[in-house]
């Protein structure tokens, strides 16, 4: 048999990876493409804490052009103005300036709710006009804006602080947690907690469990949720083993819980069907997970990373779940892509 040429095999391969790539962004746009028809039925003003951002004023941009939301650009106008022009965009930005004006009832605000974690006026006045990320989360709480987008320019916790701070978690929540949907070819997983709580006791795991699930459903997927660990179903005692198991027991027993969830298990009986329904024939779920939920925030971050690098996912997030109002804090270096697809997210969140 003739033996195959470096060069052809090299375009056999390159074939094969363009393949896979266009399955694996069809599947990332399939789902995003719900979302993003749910937000074009009644798009929301989203406040864009980083408005003289380069990238936010081309998602900006988009999402106006896209009928998917009404951006309100938090920055200098003559600023975002003059990018806006040298970027060649024909967009009519709204744009809010703290320093100009009084803003007295965002100052109010704001001072009244941290006044006795230790706030002063003078500091509450300094925060509102000087850091964006108290100001939108203040815009956000008067209803100035239905959500709030964030995160491209600051730390991940200093733009998170702000809205935890000022917004706080929903009525049924007491956690906030950060969710990346992971796509692959013919799967979608979503990875929690990713972002948020560094060591997360049992309470904590079932409620990032159930928040979610829920974000799950927002995307038409029908939650199975795994509490991961490096056991399966007490196959190790340690202690570091007991909380997914607890938090398992936690959500078996809460009548609200109306998707399958089992564990503690490791992840590959979390994936691999076989595995699970073989094995495990006891679990609760009747296919391979699709909500995985890491013990920690180690496990979680390095999780979906090495997914989405080494797996090749294509990764949407993180979503910020539990919050009282629709906040999303983005990671420093996002994409255009990025910040449009959160902000659908963050839309459909505020029509809900
Ligand atoms: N859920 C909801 N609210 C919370 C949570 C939580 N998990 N943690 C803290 N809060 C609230 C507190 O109740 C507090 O509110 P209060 O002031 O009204 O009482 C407020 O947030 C601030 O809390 P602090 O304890 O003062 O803040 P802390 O310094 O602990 O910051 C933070 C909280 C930012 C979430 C911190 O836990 C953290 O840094 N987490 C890890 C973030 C991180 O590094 N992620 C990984 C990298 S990011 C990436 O890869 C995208």
Redesign the pocket.
Known sequence: AAIESGAARTERDLDAYREELEARLGKSREMMRVVMNKAQSDPKRVALAEGENEKTIRAASQLVEDGIAEPVLIGRRDHILQKTEELGLDFDPVVVNPREGEWTHYVDYLYEH?QR?GLTRTEANELIRQDSNYFASVMVEMGDADAMLTGLTNH??SA??PP??VI??AENA?????VYMLTFRNRVVFCAD?????DPDEE?LAEVTKHTAELAKRFNVEPRAALLSYSDFGSVETEGVRKPRNAVNILHDDPDVDFPVDGEMQADTALVEEMLTETYEFAELDGPANVLVFPN?EAG?IGYKVLQRLGGAEAIG?MLV?MDKPVY?L?RGDEVKDIVNLASVAVVDAQE
């Open positions: 941290r974690k991940y916790p998170l602080r935890l701070q706080g978690t007491n956690y906030a947690a950060g990713t972002t948020v709580n560094l904590v925030l971050n993180p539990g804090v990671q």
